[in-house]
Every structure is written in structure tokens, then in C-alpha cells.
């Protein structure tokens, strides 16, 4: 019996998963974070609302933050008056300045 392509398709495309480009915090978690690289996304992205030194602002404080997959979780879906950063910086950058928060502030220490 042998089966129209459509069919095949259909069946094919219900197997494979999708890439709707979404970052996930295991995508994340797989990679290496850099926080020397780290501290310049945050110096451009976060310091703004967090303040230069994680001590707060319109943003909520930072320092002692130390849950790595919180803060990725965070930056990925946003939460409260923080908007998501999903889209706007890559896995290795959310990697990158997960870590530099995690890791401390070196004013902080």
C-alpha cells in the first residue's frame, strides 16, 4: 500500500520538532558564561534599571543574586516591570551576563 506524499508529510511533520527560534533556559544552561563578556552586556543592557553596581533602581537589586537558572529565566521571559530580553540578546549573551551577575559585583565585593 503505498501512501500519497502529502500523507508522508503530514506524518513527517508531526514527528520532527519545530524550531520556532525560541531560546529556552536549557539551551542556556548547556553553555559556557563568560563574565568578563558578561559585564559589558550588562553595562549596556541591564545597568540602566539595575544600576551600574547592581544595587537597584527601577530595576530590582541584584547583588547576592546567585540562582543562575533564575536569572536566565528571568532575562528570558521578563517578569513584573522587566521586559523580556528573548530576542533582543543571544543564549551566549543571557549566558555571558547570568554569569557576571551570579558571580558578583566587583563594586559589591
Not at 563568560?34 to 559585564?39: F, H, L, M
Not at 543564549?91 to 557576571?100: N, R
Request: hydrophobic share 40%; glycine share 12%; proline share 4%.
Amino acid at each position: 500500500m503505498r501512501f500519497p506524499v502529502w500523507v508522508a508529510l503530514i506524518i513527517c511533520s508531526a514527528c520532527t520538532p519545530k524550531d520556532d527560534g525560541s531560546t529556552t533556559v536549557e539551551d542556556v544552561l548547556a553553555l559556557t558564561g563568560d563574565a568578563t563578556a558578561g559585564s559589558d552586556v550588562y553595562a549596556n543592557d541591564c545597568a540602566v534599571c539595575h544600576g551600574a553596581d547592581g544595587s537597584g533602581g527601577s530595576g530590582s537589586n541584584l547583588q547576592g543574586e546567585d540562582g543562575l537558572e533564575d536569572v536566565i529565566s528571568v532575562v528570558l521571559s521578563g517578569e513584573d516591570a522587566m521586559p523580556s530580553f528573548e530576542g533582543d540578546l543571544t543564549a551566549q549573551e543571557i549566558a555571558d551576563v547570568a554569569a557576571y551577575v551570579t558571580e558578583g559585583f566587583p563594586e559589591a565585593n
